[in-house]
């Protein structure tokens, strides 16, 4: 039963909370953070200057709307400070900007922007190559583990994608093979993946390819992270060329307590996912919200059934 004294408090706080429709979702956290790995330090001011594509993708934001429109973002005025951060036993440079000021420039351009997270498994191989300087195969060595933890590190921080790594027993040296094992990775996969190869290019130089998008870098040391952390978001994150603004309608039950009441606010308040909000009828049959966002339906339904509510 949906007694007089809960419906009169939730008629309260949900009242004035539709008074701020108009009003942008704010973030309790004040800043975003971007790392880079610790060998760079000695560039950092060029780090703090070309933040801005790692800016909007840590937003999910899309570039080529920004490109379009010839809007700048200016890292460097977002920039407040950066230190040494230690995790496990690797160090990173961390990266401190203004979320505040970050999210009133979107705002204030008409950028979209909204919470992305992804997954995906990277396949490795490597050929029967030894390093000049010692015997180790490529696997042991300490630049090759060095990498590879930093590019897991950094997609997590920075792109806000987990990967997984799987070792390659034989290495595909024709290209029939390589097609072989995309077609059978292709077939045994459902989520998001990609083949990294690496090999001897000659006696100075490493090679570093990426069948599935056809792409091959060539390098004088095993230093791939940036190029896999490209080819990890070219195959995850897709966003749209044509975006547009959502308005949906979605009910939560009465029976939710105040304090359940008080964190579903807190939770579509802080959201980038949600732009505005508001309430749009209290009944003894529900609390009904109506909402603004750049998500699609299906997208828009995933994330309100995970708060609980009951007809979307």
Same mark, same amino acid.
């Given at each position: 039963m949906f007694s007089k004294k809960i419906f009169n408090s939730v008629a309260i706080i949900l009242s004035f909370i539709s008074?701020?429709?108009?009003?942008?979702?704010?973030?309790?956290?004040?800043?975003?953070?971007?790392?880079? +790995?610790?060998? @760079?330090?000695n560039q950092i001011e060029e780090i703090i200057q070309n933040s801005d594509k790692k800016i909007m993708r840590k937003y999910g934001v899309n570039e080529n709307y920004v490109l379009e429109r010839e809007i700048n973002l200016e890292a460097t005025k977002h920039?407040?400070?950066?230190?040494?951060k230690k995790f496990n036993d690797q160090r990173l440079i961390e990266l401190k900007f203004s979320k505040d000021s970050i999210e009133d420039f979107f705002l204030a351009n008409s950028i979209p922007f909204l919470s992305f997270q992804g997954k995906a498994k990277i396949f490795i191989g490597a050929n029967d190559s030894f390093f000049l300087e010692s015997n180790l195969f490529i696997y042991e060595s300490e630049a090759f583990?060095?990498?590879l933890i930093d590019s897991r590190l950094l997609s997590s921080l920075n792109q806000n994608i987990a990967i997984d790594y799987?070792?390659?027993e034989d290495y595909p040296v024709?290209?029939?093979?390589?097609?072989e094992l995309l077609n059978r990775i292709g077939e045994s996969e459902n989520g998001d993946w990609l083949i990294m190869l690496i090999d001897r290019f000659d006696l100075n130089k490493w090679s570093i390819k990426f069948? @599935?998008?056809?792409?091959?870098?060539?390098?004088?040391k095993i230093e791939f992270q940036n190029f896999l952390l490209d080819q990890i978001l070219g195959e995850v *994150?897709?966003?749209?060329?044509?975006?547009? @603004?959502n308005n949906y309608l979605v009910t939560f039950d009465t029976e939710l307590s105040l304090d359940e009441i008080t964190e579903l606010i807190?939770?579509? +308040?802080?959201?980038?996912?949600?732009?505005?909000?508001?309430?749009? @009828?209290?009944?003894?049959?529900?609390?009904?919200?109506?909402?603004?966002?750049? *998500?699609?339906?299906?997208k828009a339904t995933e994330f309100f059934k995970k708060l609980g509510g009951i007809t979307i």
């Open positions: 008074l701020s429709f108009n009003s942008t979702a704010q973030i309790s956290d004040n800043f975003i953070l971007l790392y880079e +790995s610790y060998s @760079k330090l920039f407040i400070g950066y230190q040494i583990q060095n990498e799987e070792f390659l024709s290209s029939y093979e390589q097609q069948p @599935k998008t056809s792409t091959i870098y060539i390098e004088d *994150l897709k966003i749209n060329d044509e975006i547009s @603004k807190e939770t579509l +308040s802080v959201s980038t996912d949600i732009l505005h909000f508001r309430v749009k @009828k209290i009944s003894s049959e529900g609390i009904e919200i109506e909402y603004e966002t750049y *998500l699609d339906k299906v």
